[in-house]
């Protein structure tokens, strides 16, 4: 083989390489922008469910914000509701204890007729009442308190209410000592915010461990306390709780 041939078996070894090199060369460039390509997709579709969660994620706390405002609104006019009703239920109440005052007013400018049969009802009131709280202490000895301005008539009726409870409860008539301290007196404009009393009652064993609290406000308190849920089904027409 002289040197030509050598030579030109050398340059078909070198293409046969190059061409080979070449090749795979092609394989690897494809092999990494596949790799590439696969990657970068990945990375995009991380960054897409990042972006989604965050989204949700978002869109969940202007769902949870509308809701809890949504929520305080709705309290919010629950709660003015629910005041105005109890404003209309107090004005009432209040009502009530104005009217209660005409009951134990008697002392007033109106014609002497009409002063009297206020008198005459108030006393007979007054003798019912202390009948009752005898009824329910049964005690043998009372203390009374009542209002300064209702002495007089409340010495009137003891000794009917005494033999009334007496002939009642079939016992001896009780002893009754009407206090020196008395129970507020009415409301007036002079005493807007102080203690006051509508009249009535109050008497309590001796030793002041059982007490009968029977006056006009007292039962009044109690009977509306009764009769609430009556006036609200009536003024609303449901009962609130």
């Known amino acids: ?3 030509t041939d050598v030579s030109k078996q050398i340059q078909q070894m070198v293409r046969f390489i190059r061409q080979e090199a070449e090749e795979k060369a092609n394989e690897i460039s494809v092999s990494a922008e ?5 990657e970068k997709l990945q990375l995009v579709e991380a960054e897409k469910k990042k972006i989604r969660q965050e989204y949700e994620r978002k869109e969940k706390q202007v769902d ?3 809701k809890i405002e949504y929520s305080m609104q709705l309290n919010a006019s629950r709660i003015k509701v629910l005041q105005a009703q109890d404003d209309l239920v107090n004005t009432m109440k209040e009502a009530a204890a104005k009217e209660l005052l005409q009951v134990s007013h008697h002392h007033n400018e109106l014609v002497e007729v009409i ?3 206020h008198q005459d009802s108030y006393k007979k009131l007054l003798h019912n009442l202390i009948v009752q709280s005898l009824l329910r202490l049964k005690e043998p000895s009372v203390l009374l308190r009542c209002r300064k301005h209702d002495v007089h008539l409340v010495e009137h009726v003891l000794d009917s209410a005494k033999e009334e409870y007496a002939e009642k ?3 001896h008539a009780p002893e009754i000592i009407v206090d020196d301290i008395h129970l507020p007196p009415a409301p007036s404009h002079h005493n807007m915010h102080g203690p006051s009393c509508a ?3 109050v008497l309590a064993s001796r030793d002041g461990k059982i007490v009968c609290e029977n006056t006009l406000d007292a039962r009044l308190e109690v009977v509306f306390r009764k009769k609430l849920p009556e006036i609200r089904k009536c003024l609303f027409g449901q009962v609130t709780a």
């Open 115 to 117: 002063l009297l049969h």
């Open 169 to 171: 409860a079939n016992v």
């Open 34 to 38: 596949e790799e590439f390509n696969i």
């Open 1 to 3: 083989m002289n040197d």
């Open 199 to 201: 009249g009535g009652v």
């Open 64 to 66: 949870v914000r509308k």
